[in-house]
């Protein structure tokens, strides 16, 4: 069962006492019947939307697509993401809260920030004002500057001459340092793994562009060494 595609419905159930607990895979994903994780995701993406200015129905609909409600519940998902988003002020206690929670489990709060980004990219662009929200939450998060980084140019390309950054790593790393960095990087992004966790095809090509952007990181930087081809 993915966390993602029923989100909601986790929700609603935790007041069901007839109801069978869901059964997740604990490393990345949040703890049974977690009615204020719920909340909190559906916050942060609707305030997400909201930070350029005007919530966008193409962000809405990003938003179901990564954070899926199941079928029946679109409603109640559409009324939660529109009261959410009348304005950007709070963002900070639903980041802080999963932030807690959830430290232990970073691949659960780097998928938080994945879907983050889907959102924000849904209108075409990603604003300076976006950047700035996502990196607040990454920091509530517990991410380091470092990590943020990487996180960001994984799911935005990194800056111009900075094939390193996807790596999670600085200009001058070494190729032993490059090597291991690409190997870890890129079999905890793997799609396979996506898929062995039960999560929607929208986070399975999140996972997909992001190993092609480490693969594309590796390649450049092995040639920027004169590294041969493995």
């Not at 938080?112 to 990219?121: E, K, N, T, Y």
């Not at 929607?200 to 590796?218: D, G, H, S």
């Amino acid at each position: 069962m993915s966390v993602w595609s029923n989100i909601v419905d986790m929700a609603a159930r935790a007041f069901d006492p007839e109801a069978d607990p869901p059964e997740f895979a604990e490393e990345c994903a949040p703890r049974p019947n977690d009615v204020g994780f719920t909340a909190a995701v559906i916050g942060l993406a609707a305030k997400m939307a909201k930070v350029d200015g005007k919530a966008e129905e193409a962000e809405m609909f990003a938003a179901a697509e990564v954070f899926r409600p199941p079928p029946g519940e679109e409603v109640a998902f559409r009324r939660a993401f529109q009261l959410a988003n009348q304005t950007v002020l709070g963002f900070e206690s639903y980041a802080k809260q999963i932030g807690r929670k959830y430290r232990a489990r970073p691949c659960l709060l780097e998928d938080v920030l994945d879907g983050l980004f889907h959102i924000a990219a849904a209108d075409g662009i990603v604003t300076h004002n976006e950047i700035n929200y996502l990196a607040e939450v990454a920091n509530h998060f517990g991410f380091s500057e470092m990590e943020f980084r990487r996180i960001k140019a994984t799911n935005l390309g990194p800056e111009a001459g900075d094939p390193y950054a996807i790596l999670g790593l600085l200009p001058g790393a070494t190729m032993d340092e490059v090597r291991h960095a690409w190997r870890r990087t890129a079999a905890e992004n793997h799609p396979d793994r996506m898929m062995q966790r039960g999560a929607p095809p929208e986070f399975v090509q999140i996972a997909r562009e992001k190993t092609a952007a480490i693969n594309a990181a590796y390649a450049m930087i092995r040639e920027e060494l004169a590294e041969p081809a493995e």
